[in-house]
């Protein structure tokens, strides 16, 4: 079967600098992809290679087998740690701007019945969320964790097949993160989902993942720190219970000389 994504021996340089380098690995469809690693070890690079929004500088990104279109389409959504919902729109007026931006990509203003099926569609993404009661209201009258559920409904509202976030609890409460996690579980199996999440959580990691990437330099020149790259240390598939091996949690708790990273 044709991996969704695949990424064939893809390296990312800035001019001398190398970011990622040989890193090969397939997803499949339906799979929840948690992306750990020290900061600085490439996985923002990673999730804006696979969002389109980055091109390697060599290898091949293939979505379904063909080669990744260099945009980001609508097969692709994406939430970050902050600042992913517009300020001066409502909740509603967030998501509904999502679909009328798709449905009309020049004026992204629909009229009659197509904007109030596209109105239907947002109030029910808005409920999936648990937002059906903030319909009216501005990110700046919401709480992080709500700002978070709106900007998953505006991602979600465009039935994206592959959903990436890019730490997105990271600004949360603990009690909310738990609510969080409960509400990403449930909409990637209601949806169907391929979720690609890069977190500094290794806990979380391994209770949402299907699968732990983790991102880190096999090769280090201490005079030279930028002349190797990244690449994928570990790749371990999950079933949610099995705990992170004791190696990975030194890796992303140490630096290379074995010192704890504070
Ligand atoms: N446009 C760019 N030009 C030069 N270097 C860049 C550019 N974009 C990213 N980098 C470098 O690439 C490396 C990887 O960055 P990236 O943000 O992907 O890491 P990360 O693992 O997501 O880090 P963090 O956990 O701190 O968010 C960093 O050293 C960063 O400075």
Known sequence: MTPLLELRNIWVEYGDKIVLERVSLQLDAGSFVAVVGPSGAGKSTFLRL????????????LLDGRAM????????????????????????????????????????????????????????????????????????????GMQQRLAIAQALVKHPRI????????????????????????????????IVMVTHDIGEAFKLGTRVLAFDKRRHDPHAPHRFGATVTYDLPLDRKTPPPPALLAALTTDPSGRPIA
């Open 163 to 194: 959903l990436l976030l890019d730490e997105p609890f990271g600004a949360l409460d603990p009690g909310i993160r738990l609510d969080m996690h409960a509400l990403i579980t449930r909409l990637w199996q209601d949806h169907g989902l391929t």
């Open 69 to 144: 279109p260099a945009a980001c389409g609508p097969d692709r959504g994406v939430v970050f740690q902050r600042y992913s919902v517009f300020p001066h729109l409502t909740a509603l007026g967030n998501v509904l701007f999502g679909i009328e931006c798709a449905g009309a990509p020049l004026t992204a203003r629909l009229f009659g019945a197509r904007r109030r099926a596209a109105r239907d569609r947002a109030v029910e993404m808005l409920a999936a969320v648990g937002l059906d009661h903030s319909l009216d209201v501005y990110p700046a009258q919401m709480s992080g």
């Open 50 to 61: 696979v969002l389109g929004q980055e091109a390697p500088t060599r290898g091949q990104v």
